[in-house]
């Protein structure tokens, strides 16, 4: 959530890949000016979000004219609900 999780916090962090673990339904998460916050903190990496749910905020973040500029994957589980992620 992004009062868990300040701008401060999130541009201190370095890594390529972030894990976001949440079905959505509680407090409406994750919030999207946090990973709004990872990907223009991390603009100069090819950053990868892994997500445990397909969620709304999947295909937003794929939009042109959201992620015009910016480097990063949005991956979601398989049709089995199976997520391999290699570190």
């Known amino acids: 959530s992004f009062e868990n999780n300040s ?3 999130l541009s201190a ?3 390529d890949k972030w894990i976001i673990s949440t ?3 509680k407090y409406n998460h994750p919030d999207l ?3 709004a ?3 223009t903190n991390h603009s100069k990496e ?3 979000l892994y997500f ?3 969620l709304p905020v999947c295909t937003q973040l794929l939009k042109p004219e959201v992620s015009n500029g910016y480097s ?3 991956l979601t589980p398989d049709n089995k609900g199976i997520h391999i992620i290699e570190i």
């Open 23 to 25: 079905n959505g339904e």
């Open 7 to 9: 701008p401060e916090f």
């Open 37 to 39: 916050n990872i990907i």
């Open 33 to 35: 000016a946090t990973l």
């Open 52 to 54: 445990n749910y397909d």
């Open 72 to 74: 990063y994957q949005i």
């Open 46 to 48: 090819d950053i990868k």
């Open 13 to 15: 962090v370095s890594s």
